[in-house]
């Protein structure tokens, strides 16, 4: 999920300039948003204005699918949860 909030009570946004004082923000945030996961928004004045956080979907470690980051959360997706619990047990037979 991303998620944006910006506070438009500072002086920043007044006067009519509250639309361009967003868009100002919001290609900041553009540029942020490739190398950072999340922060707080401050307005042309430098007063804090806002926060903002991205959170990646999770991935599987083994094949990079998208997986679902519930709870008890290995790294796996199911398919190759089910496969790595398939190998330790053909392993647990192969033993003597
Ligand atoms: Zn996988």
Avoid: H
């Avoid at 910006?6 to 639309?19: H, V, W």
């Avoid at 922060?39 to 806002?50: E, H, V």
């Amino acid at each position: 999920m991303f998620e944006l909030r910006i506070e438009t009570d500072n002086a920043a946004f007044d006067e009519g300039n509250g639309r361009q004082e967003v868009a100002r923000i919001l290609r900041e945030l553009a540029e942020k948003v490739m190398i950072q996961d999340g922060g707080t928004i401050n307005d042309a004045n430098g007063n804090r204005a806002g926060l903002w956080a991205y959170d990646p979907p999770a991935s599987c470690d083994e094949c990079g699918e998208d997986a679902d980051d519930g709870e008890g959360w290995d790294g796996l997706c199911g398919t190759c949860a089910d496969a790595l619990e398939n190998r330790e047990v053909d392993d647990r037979r192969e033993q003597p």
